[in-house]
């Protein structure tokens, strides 16, 4: 038995806690921890009503940890998010007010509906783990993780986060319907009297406490890989930047960050070694919004996951 293993037992009773009130989206959640534990943030893309918020806040009291959720909106300004020095009067001085980045995992509710300025000071911050107003540097909190939310098919009034910031997400998270059966299971989640804003009263309890989680990302890092994986991920990475569909293909960061999403990976399977298929089974989030398509590729209908896919089956697994 491996380190890892009795772990993963109780990370497996997480998910399954989260997945009693986010049902029908397990590889969404098993996603949204992977970046959590690697020390990333995620792009969730998907409709209204696929329970993104709900996942996040879910999430964050299985882990006890702080959730805030803005709310993206044209007017919305950077001091909005990193927070503002007030005049005291009474004392005559500036007090720091903090905004509300100030938190454990934060939703960042639609972010391509804030102009370019403000997409950039929360990027800066999911960068930086820090954010500096007036001079003053003030560190984040040790576990600040972002959920960023995007939706696919409504591009009125929106300012779509460039190629070099998307590249600052460690994942990107696709957030589809649920099948069938977990959706009509919601409608007995809620004749069965659960309400969405009071987990409190759903059963939700915390799994891992916030000093736990430090020590889950400590355990992450200590994942072994060894150099054949290492070869296999530079090649999947390099590929794609051979590929005629792709105009743009991914860049060492990306590498980087399959690397890392690996890690986290295993550990959720229970391991302390990443094996290819660890590596395959992230290549899709981590690479899907780091490839850019052809103007002709994208009439033809050719999605990124579609041409990832043939890429990664071209290409021979390591044994």
Do not use: C, W
Request: glycine share 6%; hydrophobic share 45%.
């Amino acid at each position: 038995m491996t380190e890892a293993q009795p772990l993963h037992s109780r990370i497996e009773v997480l998910l399954e806690r989260v997945g009693r009130v986010v049902i029908g989206q397990d590889d969404v959640l098993r996603h949204m921890l992977v970046a959590l534990l690697a020390g990333g943030h995620a792009l969730l893309e998907g409709v209204p009503g696929t329970a993104k918020t709900l996942a996040v806040r879910a999430l964050a009291r299985t882990l006890d940890l702080r959730f805030g959720r803005i709310q993206f909106t044209p007017d919305l300004m950077p001091s909005d998010l990193v927070g503002v020095s007030v005049l005291n009067r009474t004392e005559g001085t500036f007090q720091y007010r903090q905004g509300p980045v100030f938190t454990d995992l934060l939703l960042a509710d639609e972010i391509n509906r804030a102009p370019a300025k403000t997409q950039s000071a929360l990027l800066e911050a999911m960068e930086e783990r820090h954010v500096t107003v007036d001079g003053t540097t003030r560190p984040l909190p040790a576990p600040f993780t972002v959920y960023a939310t995007q939706n696919p098919v409504e591009y009125e009034g929106t300012y779509p986060l460039p190629e070099a910031q998307l590249d600052r997400f460690l994942l990107k998270i696709d957030v589809g319907y649920p099948a069938e059966a977990a959706e009509r299971a919601v409608l007995d989640l809620y004749a069965d009297g659960f309400d969405a804003q009071d987990l409190a009263e759903s059963g939700l309890v915390p799994v891992f406490s916030g000093a736990e989680l430090g020590e889950l990302r400590v355990r992450t890092a200590a994942v072994h890989v060894e150099p054949r994986i290492r070869d296999y991920i530079t090649q999947i990475v390099r590929v794609t930047r051979a590929e005629p569909v792709f105009s743009l293909g991914a860049s060492p960061r990306a590498g980087v960050a399959l690397f890392l999403a690996a890690r986290a990976e295993a550990l959720l399977n229970g391991r302390d070694f990443v094996t290819p298929d660890d590596v395959k089974a992230l290549s899709f989030p981590v690479l899907r919004h780091r490839v850019l398509l052809t103007p002709e590729a994208e009439v033809e209908g050719i999605a990124p996951d579609d041409r990832l896919r043939s890429l990664l089956e071209s290409l021979e697994a390591p044994r």
